[in-house]
């Protein structure tokens, strides 16, 4: 498994924007099919998207298509998230999840499918 660590959360306004980053510490990252998670108060883990490889073209829930993005760099084993029009309805815990297996489609949007999580981050969208 791949040590996972996310960082960039914090306090917003509403329509704000903030940048999250996945950092991984070995260089096999590269291999690793990464998604991005969040838990808001009293809710679930909701699936955000999911980049499988540079240049990949990303796949995102439906409500969030358009506003956040991700994006990575693989010579910096960095996976970001940029968020942006950010609403409170956004407030949660962001966690990053890798995996070496090839995940399409609904099966991409299983937590269980991944096995490298981060610590989380915390978004706050407040005015």
């Known amino acids: 498994q791949v040590q996972l660590v996310e960082s960039g959360g914090g306090f917003v306004l509403p329509g704000g924007s903030l940048r999250l980053a996945c950092a991984a510490s070995e260089s096999t990252f590269s291999y690793h099919s990464v998604a991005w998670f969040r838990e808001a108060p009293g809710k679930g883990l909701v699936f955000v998207g999911v980049?499988?490889?540079?240049?990949?073209?990303?796949s995102y829930i439906d409500s969030l298509k358009g506003r956040f993005i991700l994006s990575r760099d693989d010579d910096k084993n960095t996976v970001y998230l940029q968020m942006s029009s950010l609403v409170p309805e956004d407030t949660a815990v962001y966690y990053c999840?890798?995996?070496?297996?090839?995940?399409?489609?609904?099966?991409?949007?299983?937590?269980?499918?991944?096995?490298?999580w981060g610590q989380g981050t915390q978004v706050t969208v407040s005015s």
């Open positions: 980049i499988r490889y540079s240049g990949d073209i990303p």
């Open positions: 999840a890798a995996t070496l297996d090839w995940v399409a489609g609904t099966q991409a949007m299983e937590s269980q499918r991944y096995q490298s």
